[in-house]
């Protein structure tokens, strides 16, 4: 259980157009997602946190226009690259938090594969 | 300073030896801690959580937690070649909405 999916996988696009990546809970709902972004031999770096239904929250310095977050359901979360640039270039991941209410395991967040992004 | 240091390696080892990665951290506000691991080109696989002191086991991995200290670790024993990754601490806090805060993580290689 507990499986993230994402797609694409990676994709390659030209400088100026837009990329939008999907985020799926496969087998669990998942009341909050995460989408990250992780630099060659670095950790990850959070984005910006998405709670279905509202407005995601960004972190400090992520630009909200280009980079928009739409969470339409339980399941389904959406990264929009707009206007991307050669410097979006990254490998961007996210992940789910479950529903379940008990702890330790309210706190845990199931990682996607994550997608390659490569703007020319 | 920041919140959660982690030696970031690489660290290499032969097959079969005991394996100890650690992260120490500065926010007494965290209450859970996690390892993941991570291959190459891939998203993190959570491997160990834990919301006390103490330590936990399952399989090769045992997760130990000192909050006095400050310290997390996670031993990894008859390490294998397969072991190969980069493990990321993270750790989040009670009222963070399942934020997590990662350790810059260890490259592990293991060799045969």
């Known amino acids: 259980g507990a499986v993230v999916s994402q797609h694409p996988s990676r994709v390659i696009c030209k400088s100026g157009t837009s990329v939008k990546i999907e985020c799926r809970s496969l087998d669990f709902q998942a009341t909050t997602m995460f989408w990250y972004r992780q630099f060659p031999k670095q950790s990850l770096m959070l984005m910006a946190t998405s709670n279905e239904g509202s407005k995601a929250t960004y972190e400090q310095g992520v630009e909200k226009d280009k980079f928009l977050i739409n969470h339409a359901s339980l399941t389904l979360s959406t990264l929009t690259v707009t206007s991307a640039h050669p410097e979006d270039s990254s490998f961007y991941i996210c992940s789910a938090r479950t529903r379940r209410t008990s702890a330790p395991k309210a706190e845990t967040q199931y990682f996607g594969p994550g997608t390659r992004l490569l703007v020319l | 300073q920041k919140e959660v240091e982690q030696d970031p390696g690489p660290l290499s080892v032969p097959e079969g030896a005991i394996v100890s990665l650690n992260c120490t951290y500065s926010?007494?506000?965290?209450?859970?801690f996690m390892w993941y691991r991570q291959y190459s080109r891939k998203g993190p696989e959570l491997l160990m959580y834990?919301?006390?002191?103490g330590n936990k086991e399952d399989g090769r991995f045992t997760a130990q937690v000192d909050k006095s200290s400050k310290y997390i670790s996670l031993f990894i024993r008859d390490s294998q070649p397969s072991d190969s990754a980069t493990y990321l601490c993270?750790?989040?806090?009670?009222?963070?909405?399942?934020?997590?805060?990662f350790g810059q993580g260890t490259i592990l290689t293991v060799h045969p």
């Open positions: 993270a750790m989040s806090i009670l009222t963070s909405y399942g934020k997590l805060t």
């Open positions: 834990t919301y006390s002191s």
């Open positions: 926010n007494s506000a965290f209450q859970y």
